[in-house]
């Protein structure tokens, strides 16, 4: 499975961005829906960290890190064969490459956790 993070970009503190990671093809047979879904963000310099998780099927769970928890959404349309990021109330300390894979193992905090890396989109977040 391919994934594609897009919807960054520059926005002032306070502001919103919707970010979106589109799935495509399959691996070992399983579609997209079967596959929890997560989101991590590389600031610079800094170690590239947990945001977001949602679960597979319906993706009825849903676990965010401290930092963005009431300010971030995560959600999935399987028919679209995407997860979306929802961020509001965006602040200075959010900017980073925000990236998309999916959760093969078994903890969704554990970036080793994770395949399917897609390229990353920039979100700049101005003071």
């Known amino acids: 499975v391919q994934l594609q993070a897009s919807g960054g970009g520059l926005v002032q503190a306070g502001g919103s961005l919707r970010l979106s990671c589109a799935a495509s093809?399959?691996?070992?047979?399983?579609?997209?829906?079967?596959?929890?879904v997560g989101w991590f963000r590389k600031a610079p310099g800094k170690e590239r960290e947990f945001v977001a998780h949602?679960?597979?099927?319906?993706?009825?769970?849903?676990n965010y890190a401290d930092s963005v928890k009431g300010r971030f959404t995560i959600s999935r349309d399987n028919a679209k064969n995407a997860v979306y990021l929802q961020m509001n109330s965006l602040k200075p300390e959010d900017t980073a490459v925000y990236y998309c894979?999916?959760?093969?193992?078994?903890?969704?905090?554990?970036?080793?956790?994770?395949?399917?890396w897609g390229q990353g989109t920039l979100v700049t977040v101005s003071s």
């Open positions: 949602i679960s597979r099927w319906s993706g009825r769970d849903t």
């Open positions: 894979a999916v959760l093969i193992g078994t903890s969704y905090l554990r970036e080793s956790d994770y395949d399917f």
């Open positions: 093809g399959r691996a070992s047979g399983r579609t997209f829906s079967s596959y929890a």
